[in-house]
C-alpha cells in the first residue's frame, strides 16, 4: 500500500486548514463524507475515522473510550510539534506522498509517538519509518544530527523519552573523534625521521555546534570529552559559541525593566564558564576569559560564576596585560574600575604561587622563600604589572584608600626589585587625593622602601613637596648612604685596575703595547681618578655638613625660627643632592616659598614639625 512507502517526490506542504483535510478526504474518500473534526492548536480537521484508528492507537483508544457510536468530534491537547506535525500524521495516515527529511524526522517521530502509531496497528507504521530514516540518514551525519537537536528544542519532553536528543548528541561525539583520529593519522608526517604529527586540520563542526541551545550544547560537549576528542578543539568550540551567543551585548541600564534577554545571557555565561572550569587553563585564552568575566559582571551573573573566572584568571596572571585588568566598574558612587575584582584576581595568583612554593621545597627538602622561589619570575612580572595598575587608577578621586593601600600590601617584599612603578603610583595618588590627612599619606608611604629607588626617582623624591616629611628625610639619608658606598667602590676599582692594567694574565707587563706608552697612560687615568675621588670626597663632606645641620634643625624646630632655618636647611640639602638643572632648583625654591605663605601650607608643615618633635 501506498501509505507504507516514501516516494522519493516531494509534495510541499500548505498551510494547515479544514480546507486541506477536506480536500485530502475526498480525493482519498470520494464516495465517503467526512465522520470526525478532529481540533488541534485551534485548528480543525474534518476527516475520516477508518484511517485514522487502522494506524494510531490513541485515536481508537479515543473513540473506543467513548462509546458514543456518532461521535464526531475529537480534541488533542499538548500535540508535540502542534498542527504542523499532525498534519504529516494525517498525511500518512491517507496514504499521500511525502519525503521524510532531516528537517521534520524529528516532528514526525514525536507525533508518531503521540498518536501511538506503532507495529501493532500496521506494519510499517510512521514510528518505523522515521527509526529507518533516523539510523540510516540523521546519524551518520554531524550537521543532520545538529539539526535534529535544534529541532528538538520545542519538542519537548517526547523527544527526550524517545531518546532523540541522547541518540543524536553520541553520534555528534562519536562522528567527531573518529574524524580528528583519521584526520590525525593521514597528517602523520615524518618531519626528519622525527614523526611529528602535524594537528593543522580543522574542525569544521565547531561553527556547526553554536546553532544548538546551551542545555543541548552542554551536553554535546561533555559526551566529546568522553569520546576523546582533543582539548584544543572544546576550547576552539566554546570560543566561538561565546562570541556567537553572547554578540552584541551591552550593558543594562538600571532603569532597563526588561531583564529576559539579560537573564538568557546569564544563563549562558554560567554554563559556558561551568565547561571551561574542566578544561586545560593554559589552552584557554586569557583575553577572552577576560571579556567573559567583564560579561558575567554586566549579567550580573552568580557570585560562584565570578569567583570561578577570577580563579582561572588568577592562575596565568604573569602573561596578562595592563588593559585586562582595567575592568569597569558598574556600581555607582564607586571607583572607576573594578578595583575588588582586581584584588581577588592578585589574590588567588599569590595563593597559586604559595602553592607551587611548598610543593617544590617539600620536594627539595628545603624552605622556599623569596628570590629563592622557583615562581620569582612570574612574581616579578606581576609586580610591574600591578605597578602599572596601580597608576593608572591612582588619579580616580572616588578611589579609597584602603582599597589602593590593600593592592601594595597584597605583593612580598621581593615583587620590586626597584620600586620606581610603585613611587609613581604613590605620587599620582597624592595629587589626585589632596585632602588626605597627614597620617593617611604617612601610612601610604610606608608601603615603599626607600633603598629601592632609582637615582632618577630619589631625585625626584627628595625635592617632591607631596611626601611627608620623614620620607623626605628617609630619602636623603639613603642617598648619602649610597654616595659614600660609591665613593668606596670607586677607590677599590681605581686601585684594583691599575694593577691589573699594569700586570697581564701571565703576570708579566703585557707586550701589546711599549712599556712606556702603557705606563704614561696608566698615570694619566690615575691622576682622572684622583680627581674625581677628590671632587666626591668635597661633595659628601658638604652632604655631612647639612645633615648635621638638618639634626639641629630637628631638634630645635619646636621653636619658630629655628623651624624656619631646619627648613631652610633642608631645602638647600635636597638642592644640592639633586641632579637637575640649577634653573629647576631656582623655580622650585621659588614655588615653595610662594605656597608657604597659604594658611593651609604652614598649617601642614607645623604639623611636620610637631610630628617630628
Avoid at 492548536?41 to 494510531?56: C, E, N, T
Avoid at 510539534?81 to 524526522?105: D, H, P, R
Avoid at 588568577?314 to 596585560?321: I, K, N, P, Q, W
Wanted: proline share 3%; with cysteine.
Amino acid at each position: 500500500m501506498a501509505a507504507n512507502t516514501f516516494p522519493s517526490s516531494f509534495v510541499k506542504l500548505s498551510s494547515t486548514s479544514p480546507r486541506f483535510c477536506n480536500s485530502v478526504s475526498k480525493r482519498i474518500f470520494s464516495d465517503v463524507a467526512g465522520d470526525i473534526t478532529i481540533f488541534v492548536d485551534g485548528q480543525s480537521f474534518l476527516l475520516h475515522k477508518f484511517p485514522l484508528v487502522s494506524r494510531s492507537g490513541k485515536i481508537r483508544k479515543m473513540v473506543v473510550d467513548s462509546r458514543d457510536p456518532d461521535l464526531s468530534k475529537l480534541e488533542c491537547f499538548n500535540v508535540p510539534g502542534g498542527f504542523f506535525a499532525f498534519e504529516l500524521a494525517v498525511k500518512f495516515c491517507y496514504g499521500m506522498n511525502f519525503e521524510i527529511q532531516t528537517s521534520n524526522v524529528a516532528n514526525l517521530r514525536c507525533i508518531g509517538e503521540y498518536l501511538e502509531m506503532t507495529e501493532d496497528y500496521r506494519e510499517g507504521n510512521l514510528i518505523a519509518q522515521t527509526e529507518t530514516y533516523m539510523n540510516d540518514i540523521v546519524l551518520q551525519s554531524i550537521e543532520k544530527s545538529i539539526e535534529v537537536l535544534c529541532a528538538c528544542s520545542s519538542l519537548l519532553p517526547i523527544a527526550e523519552e524517545v531518546g532523540i536528543i541522547n541518540r543524536c548528541i553520541d553520534a555528534i561525539a562519536a562522528i567527531a573523534s573518529k574524524e580528528q583520529l583519521v584526520c590525525g593519522l593521514a597528517r602523520l608526517e615524518c618531519n626528519g625521521g622525527s614523526g611529528k604529527l602535524d594537528m593543522d586540520c580543522q574542525d569544521w563542526w565547531v561553527e556547526d555546534l553554536s546553532a544548538l541551545n546551551i542545555n543541548h550544547y552542554q551536553r554535546v560537549i561533555a559526551a566529546m570529552r568522553r569520546a576523546g576528542v582533543r582539548s584544543d578543539s572544546i576550547t576552539a568550540s566554546l570560543i566561538h559559541y561565546a562570541h556567537t551567543c553572547l554578540k552584541g551585548i551591552e550593558r543594562r541600564q538600571a532603569w532597563d525593566s526588561n531583564l529576559s534577554f539579560g537573564d538568557e545571557q546569564r544563563v549562558i555565561v554560567e554554563a559556558l564558564v561551568g565547561l571551561l572550569s574542566t578544561e586545560k587553563i593554559k589552552s584557554v585564552p586569557l583575553a577572552f576569559l577576560f571579556g567573559m568575566l567583564r560579561i558575567a559582571i554586566e549579567v550580573n551573573a552568580s557570585v560562584s560564576c565570578r569567583l570561578e573566572l577570577e580563579r582561572i584568571i588568577g592562575f596565568r596572571l604573569e602573561v596578562a596585560s595592563l588593559d585586562d585588568l582595567l575592568i569597569p566598574s558598574l556600581q555607582k558612587n564607586d571607583s572607576v574600575f573594578d578595583v575588588d575584582t582586581v584584588h581577588r584576581i592578585l589574590a588567588n595568583f599569590m595563593q597559586r604561587i604559595e602553592e607551587e612554593d611548598s610543593d617544590e621545597s617539600s620536594q627539595c627538602g628545603y624552605e622556599s622563600e623569596g628570590l629563592n622561589s622557583p615562581s620569582h619570575s612570574s612574581v616579578l612580572k606581576v609586580g610591574r604589572l600591578i605597578d602599572g595598575y596601580l597608576a593608572e587608577i591612582a588619579p580616580d578621586p572616588y578611589l579609597k584608600l584602603q582599597k589602593f593601600m590593600a593592592l601594595i600590601e597584597l605583593l612580598p617584599d621581593y615583587a620590586r626589585v626597584i620600586e620606581d612603578g610603585l613611587y609613581r603610583a604613590i605620587d599620582i595618588y597624592l595629587k589626585a587625593h589632596p585632602s588626605l590627612t597627614e597620617s593617611e599619606c604617612q601610612k601610604l608611604c610606608k608601603h615603599m622602601d626607600c633603598q629601592k629607588l632609582s637615582q632618577e626617582a630619589s631625585n625626584h623624591a627628595a625635592q617632591n613637596d607631596r611626601l611627608p616629611v620623614q620620607m623626605t628625610v628617609r630619602v636623603l639619608y639613603f642617598e648619602q648612604l649610597r654616595l659614600k658606598s660609591a665613593l668606596s667602590s670607586s677607590s677599590a676599582d681605581a686601585d684594583g685596575s691599575f694593577s691589573q692594567r699594569i700586570m697581564g694574565s701571565s703576570g708579566v707587563p703585557s707586550a701589546a703595547v711599549s712599556p712606556r706608552d702603557n705606563y704614561a697612560s696608566l698615570r694619566r687615568e690615575n691622576r682622572e681618578l684622583k680627581l674625581e675621588i677628590s671632587r666626591m670626597r668635597v661633595r659628601l663632606s658638604e652632604l655631612e655638613k647639612e645633615h648635621a645641620v638638618m639634626k639641629d634643625g630637628i631638634r630645635e624646630s619646636k621653636s619658630g625660627e629655628h623651624g624656619r632655618a631646619f627648613l631652610s636647611s633642608l631645602s638647600k640639602g635636597i638642592g644640592k643632592i639633586g641632579f637637575f638643572v640649577p634653573g629647576n632648583g631656582k623655580q622650585h625654591k621659588n614655588a615653595r616659598k610662594t605656597q608657604a605663605t597659604t594658611d593651609g601650607k604652614t598649617h601642614r608643615r607645623r604639623l611636620r614639625r610637631s610630628s617630628i618633635a
